[in-house]
């Protein structure tokens, strides 16, 4: 091979390297989010469908190389509908919502050419309310509110397809959430409770995009 070939293939390698280095380096903005969607149909004796949409916005601020800081912002909204109870009694329904506010630390390490290994540590804060739904679907009286805590540990993979363009696979190991509800209906107790997870027992990956400026 000739050496100006080998000279060739050298830079070409070292440009790969510093393209992904440079796009997680001091002074370098992330800005990205996920969308998730579901949808599913229960036709048993007691016929529901459900659907659920959130919106998950983020942005970051490399602090040192490989460090970030920043923010999620979350929102959320669920709707059930169409159960019809066991003594014949229709419950249309109910619809929960969400929105709230996640700080995060994240620390980034090359693995490959345009890949990096990622963990990532968030706190987050949040407030919910449910609601009936009639027989049209439409939302009607606010039934109870809740007001939710947390912290956890997302580890994940980023893949640099392009000069500042990130595609993550991520995943929750460890998360605490501590949350209370409180009942808007006269007579109902209001409850709270604590939870501690793990991803090995609860599996729930996620994929988002981020713009690295």
């Known amino acids: 091979m000739k050496m100006k070939s080998k000279l060739f293939i050298m830079a070409a390698l070292c440009a790969i390297a510093f393209k992904t280095n ?5 002074g370098n903005f992330l800005l990205g989010g996920s969308v998730n969607f ?15 949409f959130g919106v ?32 014949g009694n229709v419950n249309f329904g109910t619809q929960q919502s969400n929105y709230g506010i996640s700080p995060f630390v994240r620390h980034y390490t090359r693995i490959a050419d345009n890949f990096k290994f990622f963990g990532d540590f968030n706190v987050s804060a949040s407030k919910g309310i ?7 679907g439409k939302a009607g009286n606010t039934t109870s509110k809740s007001t939710t805590y947390g912290t956890g540990i997302s580890p994940g993979l980023a893949f640099f397809p392009a000069k500042k363009w990130a595609i993550e696979f991520q995943f929750p190991l460890v998360g605490y959430v501590h949350q209370k509800d409180t009942p808007e209906i006269a007579g ?21 995009v981020n713009y690295h400026f």
Do not use: C
């Not at 440079?22 to 001091?26: G, L, R, V």
């Not at 997870?197 to 729930?204: E, I, L, N, R, T």
């Open 130 to 136: 449910r609601k009936q739904v009639d027989e049209h």
């Open 188 to 208: 109902q107790i209001p409850y709270k409770y604590d939870s501690l997870s793990f991803g090995f027992s609860s599996f729930s990956p996620a994929i988002g």
């Open 22 to 26: 440079a796009q997680t380096e001091k």
């Open 38 to 52: 579901s949808t599913s149909k229960n036709e048993s004796q007691n016929p529901e469908k459900k659907t659920a």
């Open 56 to 87: 998950l916005p983020r942005m970051g601020y490399f602090v040192s190389d490989n460090w970030a800081v920043g923010t999620s912002l979350n929102y959320s909204i669920a709707k059930s509908k169409g159960y019809l109870g066991t003594a």
